[in-house]
C-alpha cells in the first residue's frame, strides 16, 4: 500500500509539474536534449535508452550546481546503484547492496578518458580525493552499474566509473579555482584550454594542475583498554611519549590528513590524441584499524600511505571505409605505494625491537600495454555493427616490507620481497544489431589470458525493445571478473600467512531487467536485478593439519598457532530493485532526480558455512536532487540529499561485540546556492552547507576489533557531520 | 631482492649528489657547450620535422570524435528543428529535398552521410512535407550553391570532412539563397553553417549561426532559439 502511495504521489507530482503541454513540440526537442549520450557500455556513442545498460550521467553543470567536490559525493547524491562509505581514509565503494571493505576499490574499474586507473600490484582505485582529476577539467562521468568486464577486462566487477575530461572547446581560455572546506580542507587550481592549427591539423590541448590540502577536523576516540603487551608483558604502549598504560584514545590533531596534487593534460591533433596524467596522494588515517593499516601508533604524523601515479596514453582513430574504422592505443603507467606505520609496541614488531618498530610496506607496478580495436558498420548506420579487439599489456610488480627497530633504526630486514614480469593477452568482440525499429540486441564477449591467474571468458548478452514511444525494456546477461592482485598472490609472512596455491579470478554473474519511459523531459526507470558472485578471494584460517604440513615444508616457521591464506572461498548472492525519476522542466531551470536501490545481499564465508549479512553495505541506499535556476546574476538554488538504512559494522559478524554494531540509519543534506558574480566578469561562485543526522559510521575503530571482557560493545568511526564551504572559480578567456 | 629499479634510482640520485667538481678549460667548455648547442638545434630540428611528418602525414578529414552526437540523434533533432523553420513549407514546395554533401576520398564523411540518408529515411515527413534524401559529392562552393537553387534544396546537410576555407567559402555562395543548411561537425556552425549538434557534458546541444540563417532565408522562431546555443 505504501508503494503504491510511493507511486501515484509520484505520478501525481510529474503530472502537476509546471512547463508545457507534454504533447508541446518544443518539449519533444528539449526531450531529446535532455537525453543523454554515453559511451562505456558499448565503446559506441548512444542513448542512454539505448544503451545495454543501468547508467547514470553525471554533468559538469551538476557537478557545480550541487556543491559536488569529489566523485564519491558524485556517486552519493547523483548516481544510481553505486555508493561509498567513509572510513576517514580512503572511501570505499559499492554497489547494489554489495560493498568489499578493504578491497582499494578494485571492484570497480575507473577510467579517465578510456585510460583504466587501477593499477596492477593491487587493482587500487580511489573514488575520493584520491582519485587524483582535476575536478573541474571533468566534463562528465559515465557510471555503469553490473559487470562490465565483456569489453574491459578485471576489476569492472560491481560496474565502471568513466570520467571524460572537458575538450578546448568548451574549456576555452585560462581558469583559477579556489574551494574551501571550512575548517578544515582547500582546493587550489589553475587550468587551461587552447585550440589552434597544428601544420595545418586542428589541434587543441587541455591541463588542468590542482593542490588538495586537508587536515582533522580531530576527533575524539576511546579511552579503550587494550592492556597488556603480549611480548614485553607490560601494558601497551600506543604512543611515543607518556607512560604505557595499554590504553588507547585521546583526539588526535595530527593524524587525520591528506596531501593531493594531481596535474592532467591531453593533447589532440587530428586522429592523435595524446594524454598524461600524474598525481600523488598522501593521507594519515586518524585510528588505529587492523583491517586497512597497521597498528600505527596514537596521533603520530609519521604514519601515512601515499601513491604516486605516472601514465602516458596516446591514441590514434582512423576511418578505413563508410565500413570499417580502426581504434589503435598505446599506454604505459608507473605507479607506487607506501605505506609507513610506527608502533611502540613490542608485540607489533619483530622479536627483540622491544621499543616498537616503523614497518614500510612498498607496492610498485609498472605496465605498459597496446590495443587495436576494428569496428566493421555493415548497413554503414550502426544498425549491425561489429567490433573486434585485441590487447596485450607487459607488467611489473614488485613489493617489500622492511621492518625497521624504532630503538636502533637499523632495518632488520625485508619481509614478503618479490618482483615478477607477467604478461597478458585479451581479445573481444561485441556484435550489435537493430533488426527492427523496435528491437536491438547486443552480444559480446571477452578472453583474458593472464600470466597470474590463468584464462577467462566474460560473456555479456542483452535485448532492448522499445515497445511504443520513448519506452524502452531491457533485459542483460552479464559475467565480470577481477583477477587476483599481487598482493593477495604473492603475500607471505612465515609468521602468520602462506601464500595461495593459485588463486582464481573471482566472478560475477549478473541478469537484471529494466523498463525506461520517457514523458516528455521527465524519465521514470525501475529494474530488477540479481547478481552471483562466486571464487572470492578471502582470508581463510588454516587447520592444524594444513598448518603442520606448511611448517614441513618450511612454508610457516615451527611453532605457528596459528596461520592464514587467501583461497577462493567465499559466494555472495544479492539480488534487488532499482528506481529512478528525473527531469526537468521550465526550460530546464528547475531540474529534479531520485535514484533508489534495495538489495537483498548474503555471503557465504566458505563452502558449508552459514550464510551471514554482508557487512558495510547498506541494503536500501537513495538520493535525491532539485534544484532551480533565477536566472542571470541571480543564483542557482540546488538542495541534495542521501538516505542509507543501518549498516553492520565491518567486525559486525566476526568481532562478537554485544550488541552487534550497526551504524545508524543515514540522511545527509547539502544546500548549495551558486552563481555568477555580478561585479566580476568571469567569476563564479558556490556556497554550500551539508548536515548529515548520522554521527557513525559502519568501521569499528580502535585496537579492540573484537569484544573483550572490558569492552564488550564497539566504538564505530564518527562521522564529519557539519560542513560548509566556499568555491570560486575565476573564467579568463584568452 | 626488491625492485632493482627502486635501488637503481636511489643510486643514481646519489652518484648525481657525490659527482665530483671538476674544473674545465672554458675553451673547451665553450666548444663543448657550441657543439651541445648545435646538437640541440638538430636534434629539435629532427623532431620538428618528424612531428611535421607524423602530423601533416595526417588525413585532413575531421576526428570522428568531431562528430560527437549519434547520427540518429543529429537526425531526430534536425527533423524536429526544420519544423520550425517558417520558411521552409515555401521554399521545399511538395516535397522537401534533404541533399547531403560528403567530401571526396574520405570515408569518414562517406559514412556519415550513409548513415544520415538511413535515419532519415526513418522520419515520414519534415516539417509536415514528405521528403527525398540525395547525396553529393562537394566539388566547389559555387556548384552547390548552384544546386541547391536549381533543385529547391530544403536542407543541406554537410558531413564530416571539410576545411575551414570549405565551409567559409560555401556560407558565403549560400549567402542570399534560401535554404537551411546543417552539420554533423559542430565547429562548422561558428564558420557559417546555420545548425550543428555538438555533445557538452554527456547531452545534446543545438549550435545556431544566427546571422547566416538570416542570410539564408531561414526564420527559427525565438522560442526554439531559446534551446540553442546562438553563435554569432
Given at each position: 500500500?505504501?508503494?503504491?502511495?510511493?507511486?501515484?504521489?509520484?505520478?501525481?507530482?510529474?503530472?502537476?509539474?509546471?512547463?508545457?503541454?507534454?504533447?508541446?513540440?518544443?518539449?519533444?526537442?528539449?526531450?531529446?536534449?535532455?537525453?543523454?549520450?554515453?559511451?562505456?557500455?558499448?565503446?559506441?556513442?548512444?542513448?542512454?535508452?539505448?544503451?545495454p545498460?543501468?547508467?547514470?550521467?553525471?554533468t559538469?553543470?551538476?557537478?557545480w550546481?550541487?556543491?559536488i567536490?569529489?566523485?564519491?559525493?558524485?556517486?552519493?547524491?547523483?548516481?544510481?546503484?553505486?555508493?561509498?562509505?567513509?572510513?576517514?581514509?580512503?572511501?570505499?565503494?559499492?554497489?547494489?547492496?554489495?560493498?568489499?571493505?578493504?578491497?582499494?576499490?578494485?571492484?570497480?574499474?575507473?577510467?579517465?578518458?578510456g585510460?583504466?586507473?587501477?593499477?596492477q600490484?593491487?587493482?587500487?582505485?580511489?573514488?575520493?580525493r584520491?582519485?587524483?582529476?582535476?575536478?573541474?577539467?571533468?566534463?562528465?562521468?559515465?557510471?555503469?552499474?553490473?559487470?562490465?568486464?565483456?569489453?574491459?577486462?578485471?576489476n569492472a566487477?560491481?560496474?565502471?566509473?568513466?570520467?571524460?575530461?572537458?575538450?578546448?572547446?568548451?574549456?576555452?581560455g585560462?581558469?583559477?579555482?579556489?574551494?574551501?572546506?571550512?575548517?578544515?580542507a582547500?582546493?587550489?587550481?589553475?587550468?587551461?584550454?587552447?585550440?589552434?592549427?597544428?601544420?595545418?591539423?586542428?589541434?587543441?590541448?587541455?591541463?588542468?594542475?590542482?593542490y588538495?590540502?586537508?587536515?582533522?577536523?580531530?576527533?575524539?576516540?576511546?579511552?579503550?583498554?587494550?592492556?597488556?603487551?603480549?611480548?614485553?608483558?607490560?601494558?601497551?604502549?600506543?604512543?611515543?611519549?607518556?607512560?604505557?598504560?595499554?590504553?588507547?584514545?585521546?583526539?588526535?590533531?595530527?593524524?587525520?590528513?591528506?596531501?593531493?596534487?594531481?596535474?592532467?593534460?591531453?593533447?589532440?591533433?587530428?586522429?592523435?590524441?595524446?594524454?598524461?596524467?600524474?598525481?600523488?596522494?598522501?593521507?594519515?588515517?586518524?585510528y588505529?584499524?587492523?583491517?586497512?593499516?597497521?597498528?600505527?601508533?596514537?596521533?603520530?604524523?609519521?604514519?601515512?600511505?601515499?601513491?604516486?601515479?605516472?601514465?602516458v596514453?596516446?591514441?590514434?582513430?582512423?576511418?578505413?571505409?563508410?565500413?570499417?574504422?580502426?581504434?589503435?592505443?598505446?599506454?604505459?603507467?608507473?605507479?607506487?605505494?607506501?605505506?609507513?606505520?610506527?608502533?611502540?609496541?613490542?608485540?607489533?614488531?619483530?622479536?627483540?625491537?622491544?621499543?616498537?618498530?616503523?614497518?614500510?610496506?612498498?607496492?610498485?607496478?609498472?605496465?605498459?600495454?597496446?590495443?587495436e580495436?576494428?569496428?566493421?558498420?555493415?548497413?554503414?548506420?550502426?544498425?549491425?555493427?561489429?567490433?573486434?579487439?585485441v590487447?596485450?599489456?607487459?607488467?611489473?610488480?614488485?613489493?617489500?616490507?622492511?621492518?625497521?627497530?624504532?630503538?636502533?633504526?637499523?632495518?632488520?630486514?625485508?619481509?614478503?620481497?618479490?618482483?615478477?614480469?607477467?604478461?597478458?593477452?585479451?581479445?573481444?568482440?561485441?556484435?550489435?544489431?537493430?533488426?527492427?525499429?523496435?528491437?536491438?540486441?547486443?552480444?559480446?564477449?571477452r578472453?583474458?589470458?593472464?600470466?597470474r591467474?590463468?584464462?577467462?571468458?566474460?560473456?555479456?548478452?542483452?535485448v532492448?525493445?522499445?515497445?511504443?514511444?520513448?519506452?524502452?525494456?531491457?533485459?542483460?546477461?552479464?559475467?565480470?571478473?577481477?583477477?587476483?592482485?599481487?598482493?593477495?598472490?604473492?603475500?607471505?609472512?612465515?609468521?602468520?600467512?602462506?601464500?595461495?596455491?593459485?588463486?582464481?579470478?573471482?566472478v560475477t554473474?549478473?541478469?537484471?531487467?529494466?523498463f525506461?519511459?520517457?514523458?516528455?523531459?521527465?524519465?521514470?526507470?525501475?529494474?530488477?536485478?540479481?547478481?552471483?558472485?562466486?571464487d572470492?578471494?578471502?582470508?581463510?584460517?588454516?587447520?592444524?593439519?594444513?598448518?603442520?604440513?606448511?611448517?614441513?615444508?618450511?612454508?610457516?616457521?615451527?611453532?605457528?598457532?596459528?596461520?592464514?591464506?587467501?583461497?577462493?572461498?567465499?559466494t555472495?548472492?544479492?539480488?534487488?530493485?532499482?528506481?529512478?525519476?528525473?527531469?526537468?522542466?521550465?526550460?530546464?531551470?528547475?531540474r529534479?532526480?531520485?535514484?533508489?536501490?534495495?538489495?537483498?545481499?548474503?555471503?557465504?564465508?566458505?563452502?558449508?558455512?552459514?550464510?551471514?549479512?554482508?557487512p558495510v553495505?547498506?541494503?536500501?541506499?537513495?538520493?535525491?536532487?532539485?534544484?532551480?535556476?533565477?536566472?542571470?546574476?541571480?543564483?542557482?538554488?540546488a538542495l541534495?540529499?542521501?538516505?542509507?538504512?543501518?549498516?553492520?559494522?565491518?567486525?559486525?559478524?566476526?568481532?562478537?561485540?554485544?550488541?552487534?554494531p550497526?551504524?545508524?540509519?543515514?540522511?545527509?543534506?547539502?544546500?548549495?546556492i551558486?552563481?555568477?558574480?555580478?561585479?566580476?566578469?568571469?567569476?563564479?561562485?558556490?556556497?554550500?552547507?551539508?548536515i548529515?543526522?548520522?554521527?557513525?559510521?559502519?568501521?569499528?575503530?580502535?585496537?579492540?576489533?573484537?569484544?573483550?571482557?572490558?569492552?564488550?560493545?564497539a566504538?564505530?568511526?564518527?562521522?564529519?557531520?557539519?560542513?560548509?564551504?566556499?568555491?570560486?572559480?575565476?573564467?579568463?578567456?584568452? | 631482492?626488491?625492485?632493482a629499479?627502486?635501488?637503481?634510482?636511489?643510486?643514481?640520485?646519489?652518484?648525481?649528489?657525490?659527482?665530483?667538481?671538476?674544473?674545465?678549460?672554458?675553451?673547451?667548455?665553450?666548444?663543448?657547450?657550441?657543439?651541445?648547442?648545435?646538437?640541440?638545434?638538430?636534434?629539435?630540428?629532427?623532431?620538428?620535422?618528424?612531428g611535421?611528418?607524423?602530423?601533416?602525414?595526417?588525413?585532413?578529414?575531421?576526428?570522428?570524435?568531431?562528430?560527437?552526437?549519434?547520427?540518429?540523434v543529429?537526425?531526430?533533432?534536425l527533423?524536429?528543428?526544420?519544423?520550425?523553420?517558417?520558411?521552409?513549407?515555401?521554399?521545399?514546395?511538395?516535397?522537401?529535398?534533404?541533399?547531403?554533401?560528403t567530401?571526396?576520398?574520405?570515408?569518414?564523411?562517406?559514412?556519415?552521410?550513409?548513415?544520415?540518408?538511413?535515419?532519415?529515411?526513418?522520419?515520414p515527413?519534415?516539417?509536415?512535407?514528405?521528403?527525398?534524401?540525395?547525396?553529393?559529392?562537394?566539388?566547389?562552393?559555387?556548384?552547390?550553391?548552384?544546386?541547391?537553387?536549381?533543385?529547391?534544396?530544403?536542407?543541406?546537410?554537410?558531413?564530416?570532412?571539410?576545411?575551414?576555407?570549405e565551409?567559409?567559402?560555401?556560407?558565403?555562395a549560400?549567402?542570399?539563397?534560401?535554404?537551411l543548411?546543417?552539420?554533423?561537425?559542430?565547429?562548422?556552425?561558428?564558420?557559417?553553417?546555420?545548425?550543428?549538434?555538438?555533445?557538452?557534458?554527456?547531452?545534446?546541444?543545438?549550435?545556431?549561426?544566427?546571422?547566416?540563417?538570416?542570410?539564408?532565408?531561414?526564420?527559427?522562431?525565438?522560442?526554439?532559439?531559446?534551446?540553442?546555443?546562438?553563435?554569432?
Open positions: 500500500l505504501r508503494l503504491r502511495s510511493c507511486l501515484a504521489l509520484g505520478l501525481a507530482a510529474i503530472a502537476s509539474l509546471p512547463g508545457p503541454a507534454l504533447a508541446d513540440g518544443l518539449t519533444d526537442l528539449e526531450a531529446v536534449l535532455e537525453e543523454p549520450v554515453l559511451s562505456t557500455a558499448t565503446r559506441t556513442a548512444e542513448t542512454r535508452a539505448a544503451a545498460a543501468t547508467s547514470t550521467i553525471i559538469a553543470e551538476d557537478l550546481r550541487f556543491g567536490r569529489s566523485l564519491d559525493e558524485a556517486i552519493n547524491y547523483l548516481s544510481l546503484g553505486m555508493f561509498t562509505q567513509d572510513p576517514l581514509h580512503a572511501v570505499e565503494i559499492g554497489a547494489r547492496g554489495v560493498l568489499l571493505s578493504a578491497d582499494y576499490g578494485n571492484h570497480v574499474l575507473l577510467l579517465v578518458d585510460h583504466a586507473l587501477n593499477e600490484w593491487d587493482g587500487t582505485a580511489y573514488f575520493e584520491g582519485a587524483a582529476v582535476p575536478f573541474e577539467l571533468i566534463d562528465h562521468i559515465e557510471v555503469i552499474v553490473g559487470p562490465g568486464s565483456v569489453l574491459y577486462g578485471s566487477m560491481f560496474g565502471v566509473i568513466h570520467i571524460f575530461t572537458k575538450r578546448a572547446k568548451d574549456y576555452r585560462a581558469h583559477v579555482v579556489l574551494d574551501v572546506q571550512l575548517p578544515t582547500f582546493k587550489a587550481g589553475a587550468g587551461a584550454g587552447y585550440e589552434f592549427k597544428l601544420f595545418g591539423v586542428p589541434a587543441e590541448i587541455t591541463a588542468q594542475l590542482e588538495y590540502g586537508q587536515r582533522g577536523p580531530a576527533f575524539t576516540f576511546g579511552p579503550q583498554s587494550y592492556g597488556i603487551d603480549a611480548v614485553t608483558g607490560r601494558p601497551k604502549r600506543f604512543g611515543a611519549t607518556g607512560p604505557a598504560t595499554g590504553v588507547w584514545g585521546g583526539a588526535p590533531s595530527q593524524t587525520y590528513f591528506s596531501q593531493v596534487p594531481a596535474g592532467y593534460v591531453r593533447f589532440i591533433a587530428g586522429n592523435f590524441e595524446v594524454s598524461l596524467r600524474s598525481a600523488m596522494y598522501r593521507r594519515g588515517n586518524p588505529v584499524d587492523v583491517t586497512n593499516t597497521f597498528p600505527f601508533g596514537y596521533n603520530d604524523r609519521d604514519s601515512f600511505e601515499l601513491d604516486r601515479w605516472l601514465s596514453d596516446v591514441k590514434h582513430r582512423a576511418t578505413l571505409s563508410p565500413i570499417v574504422s580502426l581504434s589503435s592505443r598505446a599506454y604505459g603507467d608507473t605507479y607506487d605505494y607506501q605505506q609507513r606505520a610506527v608502533t611502540y609496541a613490542a608485540e607489533d614488531c619483530l622479536p627483540g625491537q622491544l621499543e616498537g618498530c616503523q614497518r614500510h610496506l612498498i607496492g610498485v607496478s609498472r605496465w605498459l600495454g597496446a590495443e580495436r576494428a569496428s566493421f558498420d555493415w548497413t554503414k548506420d550502426g544498425r549491425f555493427e561489429t567490433q573486434i579487439g590487447e596485450g599489456r607487459l607488467r611489473f610488480v614488485g613489493s617489500k616490507d622492511d621492518i625497521t627497530d624504532r630503538a636502533t633504526g637499523v632495518v632488520a630486514g625485508s619481509l614478503n620481497a618479490y618482483q615478477h614480469y607477467e604478461r597478458a593477452l585479451a581479445i573481444y568482440g561485441q556484435q550489435t544489431a537493430r533488426p527492427l525499429k523496435w528491437l536491438a540486441l547486443n552480444a559480446g564477449a578472453f583474458d589470458l593472464d600470466e591467474f590463468g584464462s577467462r571468458i566474460s560473456p555479456r548478452a542483452a532492448v525493445v522499445n515497445p511504443w514511444q520513448s519506452a524502452s525494456i531491457k533485459a542483460i546477461y552479464a559475467e565480470a571478473f577481477r583477477a587476483p592482485t599481487a598482493y593477495e598472490s604473492f603475500f607471505t609472512d612465515p609468521t602468520i600467512q602462506l601464500a595461495p596455491d593459485h588463486l582464481k579470478p573471482e554473474r549478473s541478469v537484471e531487467g529494466i525506461e519511459q520517457r514523458l516528455g523531459t521527465h524519465r521514470v526507470m525501475a529494474g530488477v536485478f540479481r547478481t552471483f558472485f562466486s572470492m578471494v578471502s582470508l581463510t584460517s588454516l587447520t592444524d593439519a594444513e598448518i603442520a604440513a606448511a611448517v614441513a615444508a618450511g612454508k610457516l616457521q615451527p611453532g605457528t598457532p596459528f596461520a592464514l591464506q587467501y583461497r577462493n572461498v567465499a555472495i548472492d544479492s539480488y534487488g530493485f532499482e528506481a529512478a525519476i528525473d527531469g526537468s522542466a521550465l526550460r530546464g531551470r528547475f529534479y532526480g531520485l535514484n533508489v536501490t534495495g538489495a537483498y545481499v548474503r555471503r557465504r564465508p566458505a563452502p558449508g558455512a552459514p550464510l551471514e549479512q554482508l553495505a547498506p541494503s536500501l541506499f537513495g538520493n535525491a536532487r532539485i534544484s532551480y535556476e533565477l536566472g542571470g546574476y541571480l543564483p542557482t538554488l541534495a540529499g542521501l538516505a542509507a538504512s543501518a549498516r553492520l559494522a565491518d567486525q559486525g559478524v566476526s568481532g562478537a561485540f554485544q550488541p552487534v550497526y551504524a545508524p540509519p543515514q540522511l545527509q543534506g547539502r544546500l548549495t551558486s552563481g555568477r558574480a555580478p561585479l566580476a566578469k568571469g567569476l563564479s561562485y558556490r556556497l554550500s552547507g551539508e548529515s543526522s548520522s554521527g557513525r559510521n559502519p568501521y569499528v575503530v580502535g585496537p579492540n576489533q573484537a569484544a573483550t571482557p572490558q569492552q564488550p560493545s566504538e564505530l568511526v564518527p562521522v564529519v557531520q557539519y560542513r560548509c564551504g566556499l568555491g570560486l572559480l575565476y573564467d579568463l578567456p584568452f | 631482492v626488491f625492485s629499479v627502486w635501488y637503481q634510482r636511489s643510486g643514481r640520485r646519489l652518484a648525481l649528489a657525490s659527482r665530483p667538481t671538476t674544473v674545465i678549460d672554458a675553451s673547451k667548455m665553450r666548444r663543448s657547450s657550441h657543439r651541445e648547442a648545435q646538437e640541440a638545434r638538430i636534434s629539435r630540428r629532427t623532431a620538428l620535422i618528424a611535421a611528418a607524423i602530423v601533416g602525414g595526417l588525413p585532413r578529414d575531421a576526428r570522428a570524435d568531431d562528430v560527437p552526437v549519434p547520427i540518429a543529429q537526425c531526430d533533432l527533423v524536429k528543428v526544420a519544423a520550425y523553420d517558417r520558411n521552409l513549407p515555401a521554399r521545399a514546395g511538395s516535397k522537401a529535398l534533404v541533399l547531403l554533401v567530401k571526396r576520398n574520405d570515408a569518414e564523411s562517406a559514412r556519415v552521410a550513409a548513415a544520415m540518408t538511413k535515419e532519415l529515411s526513418a522520419h515527413t519534415i516539417a509536415g512535407l514528405p521528403h527525398d534524401e540525395a547525396t553529393a559529392t562537394f566539388t566547389d562552393a559555387a556548384s552547390l550553391a548552384q544546386a541547391c537553387r536549381a533543385r529547391r534544396v530544403a536542407v543541406l546537410f554537410l558531413a564530416s570532412g571539410f576545411g575551414d576555407g565551409v567559409a567559402a560555401v556560407a558565403k549560400l549567402a542570399g539563397g534560401d535554404v543548411s546543417a552539420a554533423a561537425v559542430p565547429s562548422y556552425v561558428a564558420t557559417g553553417v546555420v545548425l550543428g549538434f555538438d555533445l557538452v557534458s554527456g547531452k545534446p546541444k543545438l549550435l545556431c549561426n544566427q546571422s547566416q540563417a538570416r542570410r539564408q532565408n531561414v526564420a527559427l522562431g525565438a522560442e526554439v532559439l531559446q534551446l540553442m546555443k546562438v553563435l554569432a
